[in-house]
């Protein structure tokens, strides 16, 4: 366990789905960030929030929500997908906003858009 | 913008065969370099951090070393236990929070 849990750890949905990912952090960590892995492209930057904060929003399309209600969870709405958008979405967490010691990943939420 | 370029792609090596990742970069104010394994089916792993040009850190059969322009992994006598995608990312001073930029990975393989 890595301190970083995602669920669901797969999720399939059609595009006219709404759907959430959830992350929970237990390290007492002070910023949650959104990471989209495709195949064979590096990890892509979505949201950053630093102390329950907002403070990126990647030119993500508006199908993507984020929610961070307190410092220990972090969500991910999902509406009106595109089957590109399947991919492995990790949630991660850093110490501070700054990052400056490097982020602990969760295990990610594997995502299919039929 | 901030380039993070790993090679090779993917590496196969027979057990014992020691070797080295590449991660280069260009970047504008380094703040940090990060080395992380990363499993299939699971979240990356984070291995070392390295700050400054010259910098070295160990790990068992890992180390990372930095210059000014890219970091090497090198792995030495490795063992089939190490097979995993190795990613490299960038944190530079341009951000007021802690972003990462990654590269693409390199894919190893050890063979027994």
């Known amino acids: 366990e890595t301190g970083v849990t995602q669920t669901p750890r797969h999720l399939v949905m059609g595009m006219t789905n709404k759907k959430s990912l959830k992350c929970e952090q237990h390290?007492?960590?002070?910023?949650m960030y959104w990471y989209k892995q495709s195949a064979k492209k590096p990890l892509e930057l979505m949201f950053v929030?630093?102390?329950?904060?907002?403070?990126e929003n990647n030119s993500v399309p508006s199908r993507f929500s984020p929610e961070c209600p307190n410092s220990s969870h972090l969500f991910l709405h999902l509406h009106t997908l595109q089957p590109e958008d399947s991919a492995l979405y990790l949630c991660a967490s850093s110490q501070d906003w700054q990052g400056a010691y490097g982020y602990t990943f969760g295990s990610g939420t594997r995502l299919t858009v039929v | 913008e901030d380039q993070v370029t790993q090679s090779p792609e993917a590496l196969r090596l027979q057990e014992g065969e020691s070797s080295s990742l590449n991660c280069s970069y260009t970047?504008?104010?380094?703040?940090?370099l990060f080395w992380y394994r990363q499993d299939p089916g699971k979240g990356p792993e984070f291995l070392f951090t390295?700050?400054?040009a010259g910098e070295e850190k160990e790990k068992e059969r890992l180390k990372a070393t930095l210059t000014k322009k890219e970091s090497f992994l090198h792995i030495t006598a490795p063992k089939p236990e190490d097979s995993a995608t190795y990613l490299c990312a960038v944190q530079t001073g341009g951000t007021s929070y802690g972003k990462l930029t990654f590269g693409q990975g390199t894919i190893l393989t050890v063979h027994p």
């Open positions: 390295l700050y400054s």
């Open positions: 390290l007492g960590h002070n910023a």
């Open positions: 970047v504008s104010g380094l703040r940090g």
């Open positions: 929030y630093s102390l329950e904060e907002r403070v």
